[in-house]
């Protein structure tokens, strides 16, 4: 069992940055990979960003490609999304998911996650 508990999130205007934290606690962090996916309102979920169990790889949505910087320290048993030049689109709840399994280029769908958080808003705003 992972637990998940993300923060960081908040209101930002156009252009700025923000930080998200995913703290998991439970057995082997360490051997999970780690994403992030949104879901705007009216909209189903999507993938956002996503980290080998080594950190050593990381794949990301077209849409947030160069803006967006996961990266985790396993140390700390913690995952980070740093999120830069955020634009209203980015405004939604993000959730940080486990998985327990291997970490592809294709591997961005909900059903392949075993574990979520319950979310943090981000709201990018004027």
């Known amino acids: 069992q992972v637990q998940l508990v993300e923060s960081g999130g908040g209101l930002v205007q156009p252009g700025g940055s923000l930080r998200l934290s995913c703290a998991a606690s439970g057995r082997s962090f360490n051997t999970y990979a780690m994403g992030w996916f949104r879901q705007g309102a009216r909209k189903e979920r999507e993938f956002v960003a996503a980290i080998s169990w080594t950190g050593s790889r990381t794949y990301y949505a077209d849409s947030v490609e160069g803006r967006f910087t996961l990266s985790r320290d396993n140390a700390k048993n913690t995952v980070y999304l740093q999120m830069n030049s955020l634009k209203p689109g980015d405004t939604a709840v993000y959730y940080c998911?486990?998985?327990?399994?291997?970490?592809?280029?294709?591997?961005?769908?909900?059903?392949?996650?075993?574990?979520w958080g319950q979310g943090t808003q981000v709201t990018v705003s004027s």
């Open positions: 998911a486990a998985r327990n399994g291997i970490l592809t280029p294709s591997t961005r769908g909900t059903s392949e996650y075993d574990y």
